[in-house]
């Protein structure tokens, strides 16, 4: 009897498994996460011109608060998207949401120029390990069907609403307390996510794809050294070593980024996807589009601020309408898509950002809110919604299931891309054109360059559209993109300088 007893005690008792949490939850949680990737970027433009002033920041190194986070992202974007496949995708959000809250902290308490930059680099790279977790989480937890298609809404509705607030937040909080506290206000936030995440968060894994570390390190070195060339011919010229040298380094790094590509067997930009024409042409006309695209609010902060005299957050309610014109552009794109044709909506909407950018270059150093910020504004981001919709839809239609992601990463990242060395390239122009002077006309001629040059780079844009977009979508899929909402109802807020995944 007392061996039977024993024997009973020693058999382990199962313990009881926790119940998944319920997808609200789980959704709410991933929405958190990208709200704040997404609120990050536009809640800093209202506060440059302060940062600028505290930390005794360059003209170039102004710009590189904006492009060291947006190099970062980009770059390590689609590593993080594997990762999550490889590493499970709670662990990388809980890494990341991890890394853009220490990072944010970092920033918020630096006290030189180079110690904020190192901290937006570490914010961007914490920023693309999260958000690609954010909506794999969403879709992973939510059935597939009407559900999941409400899940999804939310989470990009979300998005477009942390871009739409970063305006007016930043101003609320570089007026009423200092511009650290733009990136300060994530740490409580980020605290409160990362608690509950790491509690009820479910784990999930992909496909357990290789991890192209050194293809994610290429690209990203190549494109800051890139960027770093760039804004050296503002006060070296372009014939400087001293600008050539970063350049061909860049342009080398870049080379051999796709001769990694071409070798390794799990590549982080498999290049064989650029066969098929409209993966290849929507991702070449978003790197044109977010080229001039991601510089208008850089620029329009400034005009406001510098020239027309705005607090940060007179310039961030300023700059609400043109946030909420972007929104209303990329709801009605799949609406207008059956009538009018993916091809053509890309083209139309690219020549409506046009009028708004042409627009802008006619500002002057008195002008008025409505002609010279709000309307041109609406008109640049009503055509940039319009334009981005078709155009993530033509680069993922009729992606097979294990491809969508991958496609849905690439055309994030050809317009993160595009946006960071048009904003060296702009900000150079403007530069050149100021003459080294900061009077508000010297200033507003500048602006007004860089406007010019962002018009006929959209020029551009809208002829390769005309000429090398499919006219249909690929056999399969609806036109409006992938039945859920995913990449065509992403397009549109990062085109618009918010980059989402």
Same mark, same amino acid.
């Given at each position: 009897?007392?061996?039977?007893?024993?024997?009973?005690?020693?058999?382990?008792?199962?313990?009881?498994?926790?119940?998944?949490?319920p997808a609200w939850?789980?959704?709410?949680?991933?929405?958190?996460?990208?709200?704040?990737?997404?609120?990050?970027?536009?809640?800093?433009?209202?506060?440059?011109?302060?940062?600028?002033?505290?930390?005794?920041?360059?003209?170039?190194?102004?710009?590189?608060?904006?492009?060291?986070?947006t190099i970062a992202?980009?770059?390590?974007?689609?590593?993080? *998207?594997?990762?999550?496949?490889?590493?499970?995708?709670?662990?990388?959000?809980?890494?990341?949401?991890?890394?853009?809250?220490?990072?944010?902290?970092?920033?918020?308490?630096?006290?030189? *120029?180079?110690?904020?930059?190192?901290?937006?680099?570490?914010?961007?790279? *914490?920023?693309?390990?999260?958000?690609?977790?954010?909506?794999?989480?969403?879709?992973?937890?939510?059935?597939?069907?009407?559900?999941?298609?409400?899940?999804?809404?939310?989470?990009?509705?979300?998005?477009?609403?942390?871009?739409?607030?970063?305006?007016?937040?930043?101003?609320?909080?570089?007026? *009423?307390?200092?511009?650290?506290?733009?990136?300060?206000?994530?740490?409580?936030?980020?605290?409160?996510?990362?608690?509950?995440?790491?509690?009820?968060l479910p784990e999930?894994?992909?496909?357990?794809?290789?991890?192209?570390?050194?293809?994610?390190?290429?690209?990203?070195?190549?494109?800051?050294?890139?960027?770093?060339?760039?804004?050296?011919?503002?006060?070296?010229?372009?014939?400087?070593?001293?600008?050539?040298?970063?350049?061909?380094?860049?342009?080398?790094?870049?080379?051999?980024?796709?001769?990694?590509?071409?070798?390794?067997?799990?590549?982080?930009?498999?290049?064989?996807?650029?066969?098929?024409?409209?993966?290849?042409?929507?991702?070449?006309?978003?790197?044109?589009?977010?080229?001039?695209?991601?510089?208008?609010?850089?620029?329009?902060?400034?005009?406001?601020?510098?020239?027309?005299?705005?607090?940060?957050?007179?310039?961030?309610?300023?700059?609400?309408?043109?946030?909420?014109?972007?929104?209303?552009?990329?709801?009605?794109?799949?609406?207008?898509?059956?009538?009018?044709?993916?091809?053509?909506?890309?083209?139309?909407?690219?020549?409506?950002?046009?009028?708004?950018?042409?627009?802008?270059?006619?500002?002057?150093?008195?002008?008025?809110?409505?002609?010279?910020?709000?309307?041109?504004?609406?008109?640049?981001?009503?055509?940039?919604?319009?334009?981005?919709?078709?155009?993530?839809?033509?680069?993922?239609?009729?992606?097979?299931?294990?491809?969508?992601?991958?496609?849905?990463?690439?055309?994030?990242?050809?317009?993160?891309?595009?946006?960071?060395?048009?904003?060296?390239?702009?900000?150079?122009?403007?530069?050149?054109?100021?003459?080294?002077?900061?009077?508000?006309?010297?200033?507003?001629?500048?602006?007004?360059?860089?406007?010019?040059?962002?018009?006929?780079?959209?020029?551009?844009?809208?002829?390769?559209?005309?000429?090398?977009?499919?006219?249909?979508?690929?056999?399969?899929?609806?036109?409006?993109?992938?039945?859920?909402?995913?990449?065509?109802?992403?397009?549109?807020?990062?085109?618009?300088?918010?980059?989402?995944?």
């Amino acid at each position: 009897m007392t061996g039977m007893l024993r024997a009973a005690d020693a058999t382990p008792i199962s313990r009881p498994r926790r119940p998944a949490p319920p997808a609200w939850l789980v959704v709410a949680l991933a929405c958190a996460g990208q709200f704040l990737v997404v609120l990050d970027i536009s809640v800093v433009n209202v506060a440059l011109p302060s940062m600028r002033a505290d930390l005794a920041l360059s003209g170039a190194g102004l710009q590189w608060v904006v492009n060291a986070y947006t190099i970062a992202f980009a770059g390590f974007m689609l590593l993080g *998207g594997r990762a999550g496949d490889l590493y499970g995708r709670k662990r990388m959000f809980l890494t990341g949401l991890a890394l853009f809250t220490l990072a944010s902290l970092g920033g918020g308490l630096a006290q030189e *120029g180079w110690q904020l930059l190192v901290a937006r680099a570490a914010q961007g790279l *914490g920023a693309a390990v999260l958000a690609p977790s954010t909506l794999t989480l969403v879709t992973s937890s939510v059935p597939e069907g009407a559900a999941r298609a409400r899940a999804i809404a939310t989470w990009t509705a979300v998005g477009a609403g942390g871009g739409a607030a970063g305006g007016l937040v930043g101003g609320l909080l570089v007026d *009423g307390l200092s511009w650290r506290w733009v990136l300060l206000i994530n740490v409580p936030v980020g605290a409160l996510v990362l608690l509950a995440a790491l509690v009820r968060l479910p784990e999930s894994r992909g496909d357990g794809r290789h991890l192209d570390l050194p293809g994610a390190l290429l690209v990203t070195a190549g494109l800051a050294t890139l960027a770093y060339g760039i804004s050296q011919t503002e006060s070296e010229g372009w014939t400087a070593s001293a600008t050539l040298l970063p350049l061909a380094a860049g342009v080398l790094l870049v080379a051999a980024f796709l001769l990694v590509e071409s070798r390794t067997a799990g590549p982080l930009m498999p290049l064989t996807l650029f066969r098929v024409r409209s993966v290849s042409s929507a991702n070449a006309a978003n790197f044109v589009s977010g080229s001039a695209m991601f510089c208008m609010w850089y620029f329009m902060t400034l005009y406001a601020q510098n020239v027309l005299g705005y607090s940060p957050l007179e310039a961030g309610l300023a700059l609400v309408p043109s946030s909420l014109a972007v929104v209303v552009g990329s709801r009605l794109a799949p609406r207008l898509i059956p009538g009018l044709g993916a091809r053509n909506l890309a083209v139309l909407g690219t020549l409506v950002a046009v009028a708004g950018f042409a627009w802008q270059t006619t500002m002057t150093a008195d002008g008025a809110y409505v002609t010279a910020i709000m309307i041109p504004g609406v008109l640049m981001m009503l055509g940039a919604g319009l334009a981005a919709t078709p155009i993530a839809a033509l680069a993922t239609s009729g992606a097979a299931p294990e491809e969508a992601g991958l496609l849905s990463g690439l055309i994030n990242t050809s317009r993160t891309m595009g946006g960071s060395l048009g904003l060296a390239a702009m900000s150079t122009v403007a530069a050149g054109h100021a003459h080294g002077a900061a009077t508000p006309e010297a200033l507003t001629d500048g602006y007004a360059a860089a406007f010019r040059v962002s018009t006929a780079v959209l020029l551009g844009g809208a002829v390769l559209m005309a000429v090398w977009l499919p006219g249909k979508t690929r056999p399969g899929k609806s036109p409006a993109g992938q039945g859920e909402g995913s990449a065509a109802e992403q397009g549109a807020e990062g085109l618009a300088g918010r980059p989402v995944e």
